[in-house]
């Protein structure tokens, strides 16, 4: 197990009402990708799954980081900003460019961070789950985003639950 029971900063559920609830679980998991990636160096987050995958821990955050951005930055807030790591020429340079230099390391997690934050005081400070964004000519709730959200980043943990393993051995709980 990565910490012990008592030490686990993930709720155990218990959430009151719907917005409590998907928030909740929302930011367990974000819990869990970080808990996955606790302790290792830049060689380690960096380190391939197996070949010819490029799927990396450090590349979940930065694919997650972009990930938030999109969802909460763009879509929710019609912010118009520049992808972080993806381009429609790279469009998978948030996995090739996750390489072992500490400095990448940090910034995926600065990156990431930061977009979690965006979209944490976006939920708070918005009065109804039911406000739309627009994802291209499609509209789409607050609520349908968070719900892909905690689909994502479930999704991805499964895949960082492998990865560790592979690194050093370390089960998910």
Not at 66 to 72: A, L
Not at 100 to 122: G, K, L, M, Q
Request: charged share 30%.
């Amino acid at each position: 197990m990565f910490v012990h029971p008592e030490d686990d900063p993930r709720s155990d559920g218990g959430f009151v009402g719907e917005r409590d609830t998907l928030v909740g679980y929302l930011r367990d998991q974000r819990l869990t990708l970080e808990m996955k990636c606790a302790g290792l160096d830049a060689e380690g987050m960096a380190r391939r799954s197996v070949e010819p995958s490029n799927l990396s821990l450090l590349g979940l955050v930065r694919h997650l980081a972009g990930v938030e951005q999109k969802w909460f930055r763009r879509v929710m807030a019609g912010q118009d900003v520049p992808r972080h790591y993806s381009t429609d020429d790279d469009p998978g340079g948030d996995f090739d460019g996750a390489v072992p230099d500490p400095a990448v390391v940090a910034e995926a997690w600065e990156t990431w961070r930061a977009e979690v934050a965006f979209a944490e005081r976006f939920v708070a400070e918005t009065p109804s789950l039911d406000i739309t964004g627009t994802n291209g000519d499609e509209s789409i709730t607050l609520r349908e985003v968070i719900v892909h959200m905690i689909e994502e980043y479930a999704r991805h943990n499964g895949h960082a639950d492998f990865l560790r393993e592979r690194i050093d051995g370390r089960v998910g709980q």
